[in-house]
């Protein structure tokens, strides 16, 4: 290395007069690991701050500080580090942090996973440019999730109801039908009538043939129109996987605080999101937390996961559904495990319902949204919707005790009022759970919901007692069958 590269190179670009701009030039890398750049003697260097590489052969590529120890950075390459030549590749700080074009043109497009359009559609005229890091919601200011968001999906919104402002992660596993379930409730959600509703996608790490899948469902139902896609393919960079669910929240935040859209962000998959911080951590050779994940993790998914909410005064709200898959199926895995810390709930997919062709395989059992009291009731969906959920869990959860028992002293053993609880749970699972394609308004899940209730003696109908008389499909022929 010689003397001219040991110390920075100071050029001056040409700019109106009162507007002059000198910018530094460094070639003073000290060496490269994974996606990771090593910069020493900097100066003014902040963290966050964007990056400008340029290649001895002209070739340009991104970056952002991710630490600063003295006078050495450490630097992200989006792009990759493969062909960095350590002497003779240029960097110069670019004083500002990572930021995206928003504006409602967004609405309909394919971007990349940082920002830019992929679709060959017109160019994107922003309205503003936001800092990506975004900000967290003053808790002074924060409004209490409430109202309703209808998936289409019987298992959500009848019995852990997705509310404006909730963050309601689906947990799901390697080979289940996690990326259909997205589809379908990116298709079919939809809030009241009158209000303007918008789909935020943000994908990490997709395949070519995922991908196509998604655009294609997406174009053929008409659904892009409220969709902005964020993409990211698994040949992508790896380090663009962190970028990619900030600047889908940063557009969300702007429909929906700016413009008054009610916004869903769903994101799929937080696995490959925490693979990629994984992947980080290592090259800048930190000292590990559980299973080689860094320690500080949990912070980093709550500063994704926090910006899910409603501000006061503002009719807009940003709610989240993230998708994240549970290697080994191991719910207890760090991911999962502080994804369930942050968020408000969960939805479990269950292999043992998709080996049976039941779709969507939400296991029921381990769901909660913890948030479902708020968005549910008279003038929401309607008022025995909390009511018929309970009945329904606990006539689905006893079937599901009986068949164990089944397993051990066959069914004949049992009294008739068992075998109508075991009728139930294949019921449930057939009709509620495994309601396939078709999009489902609140109104024909509870109908369902008190035809198969209708199945079990009435006496057994303690939590929906009250209602028994209005709602029960043999009210108005059996009204002498009273509780």
Not at 258 to 284: F, G, H, I, P
Not at 360 to 371: E, G, H
């Amino acid at each position: 290395m010689t003397p001219e590269t040991m110390t920075p190179t100071t050029k001056t670009e040409e700019q109106p007069a009162r507007l002059s701009l000198v910018s530094t030039d460094y070639r003073t890398i000290s060496y490269v690991t994974g996606p990771l750049v090593f910069v020493e003697n900097v100066h003014d260097v902040s963290y966050n701050e964007m990056v400008a590489i340029r290649m001895p052969d002209g070739a340009r590529r991104s970056g952002q500080v991710l630490e600063v120890s003295g006078d050495t950075a450490v630097i992200q390459v989006f792009e990759g580090t493969q062909g960095i030549d350590v002497d003779a590749t240029e960097v110069r700080f670019l004083e500002e942090v990572a930021r995206i074009s928003v504006s409602l043109d967004l609405l309909g497009r394919v971007l990349n996973g940082t920002g830019d359009p992929i679709d060959g559609g017109a160019p994107i005229i922003p309205e503003a440019r936001l800092d990506i890091t975004g900000s967290p919601i003053n808790p002074y200011m924060r409004e209490k999730p409430a109202d309703f968001i209808e998936t289409g999906i019987s298992a959500i919104d009848g019995l852990n109801t997705l509310v404006r402002g909730q963050k309601l992660p689906i947990f799901s596993g390697s080979g289940l039908p996690a990326n259909e379930l997205a589809a379908q409730i990116i298709r079919q959600s939809r809030v009241k009538s009158g209000e303007e509703f918008a789909v935020v996608f943000g994908a990490m790490g997709l395949t070519h043939r995922e991908a196509a899948y998604f655009i294609s469902q997406f174009e053929s139902t008409g659904a892009l129109e409220r969709v902005v896609f964020f993409l990211n393919l698994a040949d992508d960079p790896t380090v663009e996987r962190l970028l990619t669910p900030r600047c889908a929240l940063t557009v969300a935040e702007y429909l929906a605080f700016e413009k008054d859209l009610q916004v869903l962000v769903v994101l799929s998959d937080m696995t490959n999101y925490c693979e990629a911080l994984r992947e980080v951590s290592t090259a800048r050779e930190e000292v590990p937390g559980r299973r080689g994940y860094p320690g500080y993790m949990y912070t980093d998914l709550a500063s994704i996961y926090e910006r899910a909410g409603r501000i006061k005064n503002r009719k807009g709200s940003v709610t989240q559904l993230p998708i994240l898959s549970m290697p080994d199926d191991d719910i207890t895995h760090p991911i999962p495990d502080l994804t369930g810390y942050i968020t408000e709930g969960q939805i479990v997919l269950s292999r043992q319902l998709h080996r049976r062709a039941v779709f969507p395989p939400i296991d029921v059992l381990p769901c909660l949204s913890r948030l479902m009291n708020l968005g549910i009731g008279e003038g929401k969906t309607r008022d025995d919707h909390r009511a018929v959920a309970n009945q329904l869990y606990a006539a689905y959860a006893q079937g599901r005790d009986l068949r164990k028992l089944v397993a051990i002293v066959g069914e004949e053993a049992l009294s008739d009022t068992d075998r109508s609880y075991l009728r139930f749970a294949d019921e449930f699972e057939k009709r509620i759970v495994g309601q396939g394609d078709e999009g489902r308004t609140i109104e024909e899940t509870l109908s369902i919901g008190w035809e198969l209730m209708a199945g079990l003696p009435k006496a057994e109908l303690k939590r929906v007692r009250e209602f028994v008389d209005t709602y029960h499909p043999s009210a108005s022929t059996d009204a002498e069958d009273a509780i």
